[in-house]
């Protein structure tokens, strides 16, 4: 059963609540801004009149980013789940990020305060010194592979030795051709990466500019029935979850907003689980591709998973976590091991299933 909406105040209490803070019981009863610690703060904030603030934010403005590889994001958006929760009291404004590697430059700009990305691109980013947190779990999808024209003579891995290869650099694809290049006893040196963003690389194969794709859904998908293009080589192993992040900076000051965001995020998930045809339908239409092929698409995403973030990412990570240090993408082990330990932040999510 869809989870009913709740008012506005009612969410922000719920979030300070879960964010177990030393003035929660204070905070709920009055509804006030994240940040105040104590019950003279809170009276100051509404003017001496606690009661006044119960519909009041920590600000007056959101920005968060949708992508069609995370559809949860399209949802949310579409929906306005968001824009209910929050009222005229908040503009919310949405970015689309083109691959996790512009969903962290949004980020690392503070052009958007939430961003969806991969979990490989999500612990580069943080390992680079990105101050980003994971604040839930939208999807354990198989949204990479490695892509050949249809009438290619290349028929397994190994054949890509000495072959060019398109891929973004930053990405889920990337890491997961890195991977499938170790599983098939070759480094990233015997082939030569071309470094595309997705739609780019889908023409550069299309038009024989490169021998092999590493694609991402609903691009690949696309190209899969539009243009014959076949699946070379498919790990869902090697695909990491699909990571919503949001700056500390952001966590620190509007820990009430960043909940609203998980919340609406969990009442996608239980909404496309009701209405699959109209998940595609928009998808479809975000994406510019035929409902069919978007609904190939959601049948190689998992939306039931648990969002808290924890121990299966981790272990994930974990896999990945070699790769960037040897790829030269992170300057050392230690600072993978640094940000893997710092990485997740559970306490939105953990708030959202509890409610």
């Known amino acids: 059963m869809t989870r009913h909406r709740t008012s506005p ?64 994001s399209l949802i949310v958006k579409d929906q306005g789940f968001i824009e209910d929760a929050l009222g005229d009291d908040v503009t919310v404004t949405w970015t689309q990020s083109a691959g996790s590697n512009k969903a962290n430059e949004l980020l690392r700009a503070g052009s958007v305060d939430v961003g969806s990305t991969a979990g490989s691109a999500a612990l580069l980013a943080r390992s680079n010194g990105s101050p980003i947190k994971t604040i839930d779990i939208y ?15 290349i028929t397994d891995v190994a054949d890509l030795k000495g072959k060019t290869v398109a891929a973004t650099k930053g990405t889920d694809p990337y890491f997961f051709l890195l991977q499938a290049l170790e599983a098939n006893g070759l480094s990233p040196q015997d082939v030569t990466v071309q470094n595309l963003q997705h739609a780019d690389g889908r ?94 698409v959601l049948e190689r995403t998992h939306f ?9 990412q981790r272990a994930v990570l974990e896999k990945v976590a070699p790769i960037l240090v040897e790829s030269g993408d992170v300057a050392s082990e230690g ?14 999510a953990k708030a959202a299933t509890a409610s």
């Open 203 to 296: 023409a550069a194969l299309e038009n024989g500019s490169v021998d092999a794709w590493a694609g991402l859904d609903p691009i690949m998908a696309a190209s899969e029935a539009e243009s014959g293009t076949k699946l070379l080589y498919r790990n869902v192993d090697f695909n990491t979850y699909g990571f919503l992040n949001a700056t500390e900076s952001f966590l620190d000051e509007s820990p009430d907003l960043a909940q609203v965001v998980v919340d609406a995020y969990e009442e996608a998930r239980t909404w496309a689980e009701e209405h699959p045809e109209q998940t595609a339908d928009i998808l479809a239409g975000v994406a510019s591709i035929d409902p069919a092929v978007a609904t190939s």
């Open 139 to 153: 999807s354990q999808p198989e949204w990479s592979a490695l892509v050949v024209p249809g009438d290619s003579a």
């Open 304 to 312: 039931d998973v648990d969002p808290v973030p924890g121990d299966d």
């Open 9 to 72: 105040s009612r969410r922000t209490r719920a979030s300070l609540a879960a964010l177990g803070m030393t003035a929660v019981a204070a905070l709920a009863l009055t509804g006030c801004v994240a940040g105040e610690d104590s019950d003279g703060d809170a009276a100051a904030a509404a003017g001496g009149d606690a009661s006044a603030s119960t519909a009041e934010w920590s600000a007056d403005t959101l920005d968060v980013d949708f992508a069609t590889y995370n559809p949860l």
């Open 335 to 348: 600072a993978v091991d640094d940000a893997l330990d710092s990485l997740f932040d559970d306490t939105y």
